[in-house]
């Protein structure tokens, strides 16, 4: 009887071990989930910041591109009115930039 009670013993710290073992690992794992996480919402709000820059320099493009027209068509008025327009942009841009850095 006392031999089975030290083998149950022995079973039942080698169980302890085991499951501290377990939330060890579950604890690591946990960890690296938050990690990634963490990682994803960076890439996120890079990605986010790469679309905004794409879309703000396609409307610098067509403004840019407008003033060419309106100069050719001798429309200066229009190309003056477009030109302080992008320049309003360029300046916002500029603007955003200095905050989110």
Do not use: P, W, Y
């Amino acid at each position: 009887m006392e031999t089975r009670m030290k083998a149950i013993k022995r079973e039942m710290r080698e169980i302890s071990k085991e499951q501290e073992s377990i939330k060890e690992g579950d604890s690591q794992v946990g960890a690296k989930l938050q990690a990634i996480n963490d990682e994803c919402q960076q890439l996120r709000r890079e990605t986010d910041q790469i679309i905004q820059k794409a879309a703000n320099s396609e409307i610098r493009l067509a403004l840019m591109f407008q003033i060419l027209e309106a100069r050719e068509e001798g429309d200066f008025a229009k190309a003056h009115q477009l030109t302080a327009l992008l320049r309003e942009v360029v300046a916002m841009d500029e603007l955003i930039a200095q905050i989110e850095s």
